[in-house]
Nanobody
Framework: QVQLVESGGGLVQAGDSLRLSCAASGRTFSNYTMGWFRQAPGKEREFLTIVWGGGTTIYADSVKGRFTISRDNAKNMVYLQMNSLKPEDTAVYYC?????????????????WGQGTQVTVSS
């Protein structure tokens, strides 16, 4: 069983930056695909970015160039650096893990989820 705990959300102004963190339990963390998703009220969960076990990263077009995912396998941590935030980035942000070296963009592909952290961007 893997537990994921997100932190770092909050209320910021448009143009600001935030760094989200995800702490993961489990001995085989380095073999997992780790991802970030978000969900705004009344909308479906949206793929943002993933990092494979080997370090390959994939981004959604909506965040490419603004968001950066990284992982520290020694600390069992995944991060999401978010720059140039916009009001439309307001959502609950979730960390997810897939028991595989590779992963895709579908939420259904992921085996474990954190509880989410709220990010609110004011205009």
């Amino acid at each position: 069983q893997v537990q994921l705990v997100e932190s770092g959300g909050g209320l910021v102004q448009a143009g600001d930056s935030l760094r989200l963190s995800c702490a993961a339990s489990g001995r085989t963390f380095s073999n997992y695909t780790m991802g970030w998703f978000r969900q705004a009220p009344g909308k479906e969960r949206e793929f943002l970015t993933i990092v494979w076990g080997g370090g390959t990263t994939i981004y959604a077009d909506s965040v490419k160039g603004r968001f950066t995912i990284s992982r520290d396998n020694a600390k069992n941590m995944v991060y999401l650096q978010m720059n140039s935030l916009k009001p439309e980035d307001t959502a609950v942000y979730y960390c997810a893990a897939r028991r595989s070296w590779f992963g895709g963009s579908s939420p259904g592909d992921y085996d474990y989820w954190g509880q989410g952290t709220q990010v609110t961007v004011s205009s």
